[in-house]
């Protein structure tokens, strides 16, 4: 009976929304995607979200990824030379690159296919974008401007930095010899003031500061932290990289972690051994800073809580042991710390299955969602089976053991090289997938992944459309100033709203390659008073962050919360 009123209830809410929302016949793809999702969702009872498949060809395999503020597109890459893509530049325009597999370094050859892509949201279409030296493997992160800034790369894109300003036209500029060290594998961070620091690479113990456009650095600073943490299959690389709330740099590489003074270049300390195996690239764990809670009562930044949360990845034999055919199983456990405490310890809980190469997306709500990766094995090419295709959702202020829930699975295989992004509407575009070297489509048991799809998580329940926020506000071209209050209108259909039932985040987009998504930050902004100032149009007053330790200067999105259902973000500038 309860499973034949649902459907009725369902059945007339439908109704009535399809009369409100013509796009649902065709007129724009994104909004039908709550219709596509009532029948993937998961039991009777619970909805546990649903997929739809946006494109089937974007014309990249998305091995790096991040949505521009100023045009609302992704951006997706890999590698310069992994071969002909699957999109192509016109005619004539093409680059000289050295083949290495002639092994002549007199022998180029002509490149005319695209390894970048501006990728529409909400039409699927793609503009391609050029890029000269090879982003293999590279960082990045969106400046306080809203620039992506990328660093490192194979080769001769070791030492480059390069800039995508996000304008209608605009394609990459390019320094390739900006940096002192070449940075494959490393992560990149942020600052407080602006500037990014870039961590690491493959045999590079060592950090740096990314320079001004057309400058070079002379000098690096060595961090033997690094060296003391690899291993015979390095798995220290794409260290985990946070700004805590105390203006220090949080590092974690392989099952280590120091705190960093970026003013200094002093290690202000070690923390304890995150014990269980390897975390970090290879092994490929997942990590992610918890949403950090702002409280309009006590606006002291030195007591702000900072949790780091590190998933899954291997043990740290996996890469030696898959050469010979054996695929351990990947790690099951999860470690939570809080960082600001100089007495912390890890704490350990358990996910329902394995992961790694698996992405941790901090969700508009707060709560934490670990999608992609593999099951068995560890990164590479080949170097994993049993795909994870069930994306968990982790609930941090839960009671520990309700915190894991296991949403709908995927039919596409998500491995090495997929990623993934928060959009701004509140769902999740997922892309990439590439275990071969090269591109390779046909004869293989895990081809290379062009099509994209967005999963849609259970704040998209068909039933609880009606209670979704809208917000009026619009900040665009307004610079919000750290510490002062600002007003966020939104329409709700209600004729009263509890102040204690709403929440305001404030959630600054990362630079997500190879399971890590840098600069990922979610704020809970302090909320100062509520108002209803029309039928079912509200004003929620809040206080900005109190300084750029605790949110970096850049564009973040605000979400309006309204009992766990969030609104569909707009940007927001802090500085």
């Known amino acids: 009976m309860s499973i034949l009123l649902k459907s009725l209830t369902l059945l007339s809410l439908l109704f009535t929304y399809c009369l409100t929302q013509p796009s649902l016949f065709g007129i724009s793809r994104v909004t039908k995607a709550p219709l596509i999702a009532i029948y993937n969702g998961g039991d009777d009872t619970e909805y546990r979200g649903g997929w739809e498949l946006v494109s089937e060809n974007a014309g990249v395999s998305a091995m790096h990824m991040t949505i521009m503020p100023s045009t609302n597109k992704a951006i997706m890459f890999d590698a310069a030379g992994f071969g002909p893509s699957g999109i192509s530049f016109p005619p004539?325009?093409?680059?000289?690159?050295?083949?290495e597999r002639d092994g002549n370094e007199d022998q180029f050859e002509l490149d005319c296919w695209a390894h970048a892509v501006e990728f529409n949201i909400d039409t699927a279409d793609i503009r391609p974008l050029k890029i000269l030296t090879d982003t293999w493997s590279s960082c990045g992160g969106l400046s306080a401007n809203g620039t992506l800034v990328q660093t490192g790369g194979w080769g001769d894109g070791g030492r480059s930095v390069r800039y995508l300003s996000g304008c209608k036209a605009c394609d990459w500029e390019e320094h390739p010899m900006s940096l002192s060290a070449s940075r494959w594998f490393?992560?990149?961070?942020?600052?407080?003031?602006?500037?990014?620091?870039?961590?690491?690479?493959?045999?590079?113990?060592?950090?740096?500061?990314?320079?001004?456009?057309?400058?070079?650095?002379?000098?690096?600073?060595?961090?033997?932290?690094?060296?003391?943490?690899?291993?015979?299959?390095?798995?220290?690389?794409?260290?985990?990289?946070?700004?805590?709330?105390?203006?220090?740099?949080?590092?974690?590489?392989?099952?280590?972690?120091i705190l960093l003074n970026p003013t200094t270049?002093?290690?202000?300390?070690?923390?304890?051994?995150?014990?269980?195996?390897?975390?970090?690239?290879?092994?490929?764990?997942?990590?992610?800073?918890?949403?950090?809670?702002?409280?309009?009562?006590?606006?002291?930044?030195?007591?702000?809580?900072?949790?780091?949360?590190?998933?899954?990845?291997?043990?740290?034999?996996?890469?030696?042991?898959?050469?010979?055919?054996?695929f351990v199983t990947a790690l099951q456990d999860c470690g939570r710390i809080d960082i600001a405490n100089p007495k912390t310890t890890w704490q350990k809980e358990m996910m329902p299955t394995?992961?790694?190469?698996?992405?941790?997306?901090?969700?508009?709500?707060?709560?934490?969602?670990?999608?992609?990766?593999?099951?068995?094995?560890?990164?590479?090419?080949?170097?994993?089976?049993?795909?994870?295709?069930?994306?968990l959702l982790y609930k941090p202020d839960n009671p520990e053991t309700q915190r894991f829930m296991e949403l709908k699975a995927t039919t596409i295989p998500r491995m090495?090289?997929?990623?993934?992004?928060?959009?701004?509407?509140?769902?999740?575009?997922?892309?990439?997938?590439?275990?071969?070297?090269?591109?390779?489509?046909?004869?293989?048991?895990?081809?290379?992944?062009?099509?994209?799809?967005?999963?849609?998580?259970?704040?998209?329940?068909?039933?609880?459309?009606?209670?979704?926020?809208?917000?009026?506000?619009?900040?665009?071209?307004?610079?919000?100033?750290y510490q002062s209050n600002f007003v966020i209108e939104f329409k709700l259909k209600k004729y009263k709203v509890n102040q204690l039932d709403l929440k305001v985040t404030m959630y600054a987009p990362p630079f997500t390659t190879h399971g890590f998504s840098m600069g990922q930050r979610l704020l809970v902004l302090g909320i100062k008073g509520l108002e209803n100032v029309g039928l079912g149009l509200f004003q929620v007053e809040v206080v900005a962050p109190p300084t750029a330790k605790i949110a970096p200067p850049g564009f973040y999105l605000v979400f309006v919360v309204h009992n766990g259902i969030p609104s569909s973000g707009i940007w927001l500038q802090i500085a």
Request: one cysteine or more; proline letters at 8%; hydrophobic letters at 35%.
């Open 92 to 99: 004539g325009d093409c680059r000289r690159v050295f083949d």
């Open 186 to 257: 490393s992560t990149q961070h942020i600052l407080p003031n602006g500037g990014f620091i870039v961590i690491g690479g493959r045999r590079m113990f060592s950090y740096e500061y990314v320079p001004k456009v057309e400058s070079s650095n002379q000098m690096y600073f060595l961090l033997p932290f690094l060296q003391e943490t690899t291993d015979p299959v390095e798995n220290n690389l794409y260290p985990f990289v946070f700004l805590s709330t105390d203006g220090n740099i949080f590092i974690f590489a392989n099952n280590r972690s």
């Open 265 to 326: 270049n002093k290690i202000i300390r070690e923390l304890p051994v995150l014990d269980g195996g390897s975390r970090n690239y290879p092994s490929s764990g997942m990590a992610a800073l918890l949403p950090i809670k702002l409280n309009v009562n006590d606006p002291n930044s030195n007591v702000i809580r900072a949790e780091i949360l590190i998933c899954g990845g291997a043990d740290p034999r996996a890469g030696k042991l898959v050469e010979k055919g054996i």
């Open 354 to 391: 394995p992961r790694t190469m698996g992405d941790m997306l901090i969700l508009p709500t707060g709560d934490i969602l670990m999608i992609n990766g593999a099951k068995k094995g560890t990164s590479g090419w080949n170097f994993a089976e049993d795909p994870n295709s069930t994306p």
């Open 416 to 481: 090495y090289g997929s990623t993934s992004m928060v959009l701004p509407d509140g769902n999740i575009l997922v892309a990439g997938s590439n275990t071969n070297y090269y591109y390779n489509f046909t004869g293989v048991k895990y081809p290379t992944e062009l099509r994209v799809e967005k999963f849609y998580p259970p704040y998209f329940d068909p039933l609880l459309v009606f209670g979704r926020p809208t917000i009026v506000s619009d900040y665009k071209g307004i610079m919000v100033k």
